[in-house]
């Protein structure tokens, strides 16, 4: 394994399934059920955001040719939503500057795993800075209402917690959630396409159409 494939593990959905459950039961432990509930929809509407853009280009061809763009990347956006959330959780209690170390050191993270997906051909820069921005996105609204230092209540639950996300994400690092194979099968179905859409077909057809497109708007 190359590293950038073992970077863009770090943000499959397979290994990082654990954390974000976890994140859930430390923010219900730590601060309240409603944090927990808030953190809940605003990360599963990130994930359903990614989805509906995968749907549409798959099933309809439905895309930005100008930058290339035919569906959020799932692994930026869980990784900007899942590590800076975890990093701030973990290390909240500790000096300021540990805390900005380490809330750099999430970010940047989520930023290699993108890369990872551009370098391994997976997506490309528009694709990626998107889901970043939206995993970002998640986790600066959730860290926006976590109790400032000192005023919360830190869990008991904590080390084991965090051990046990370590322990299931290690079990499961290198394995696929095989997630787009979901959504190609449930694309298709909704779509009634034989075979879905993929970047080689969709340039293809922008291609051929483009100069119709200047054929037929040439002055007469």
Not at 156 to 171: F, H, K, S
Request: glycine share 10%; with cysteine.
């Amino acid at each position: 394994m190359n590293f950038w494939q073992a970077l863009t593990d770090l943000g499959d959905a397979a290994f990082l399934a654990s954390f974000a459950l976890g994140i859930t039961v430390w923010l219900a432990a730590r601060s309240s059920l409603l944090l927990a509930a808030a953190w809940i929809a605003v990360f599963g509407a990130a994930i359903l955001i990614v989805a509906a853009t995968k749907l549409a280009f798959i099933g309809w061809g439905l895309g930005i040719h100008a930058i290339d763009f035919t569906g959020v990347s799932g692994h930026a956006t869980l990784a900007g939503a899942i590590f800076p959330v975890l990093a701030y959780l973990a290390i909240s209690r500790t000096h300021l500057l540990i805390r900005l170390v380490c809330q750099g050191l999430a970010i940047l993270l989520a930023i290699g795993i993108g890369v990872s997906r551009v370098v391994l051909n997976a997506h490309s820069p528009s694709e990626v800075v998107l889901g970043l921005m939206l995993g970002f996105a998640v986790s600066a609204l959730i860290i926006k209402f976590v109790p400032v230092r000192g005023s919360e209540r830190f869990p008991r639950i904590a080390p084991v917690l965090l051990l046990t996300m370590l322990g299931l994400g290690a079990a499961f690092y290198g394995e696929r959630a095989h997630a787009q194979r979901w959504l190609v099968a449930l694309a298709l179905q909704v779509s009634g396409r034989d075979r879905p859409y993929n970047r080689g077909t969709w340039q293809t057809e922008a291609a051929v159409a483009r100069p119709d497109t200047a054929v037929h708007s040439r002055p007469r």
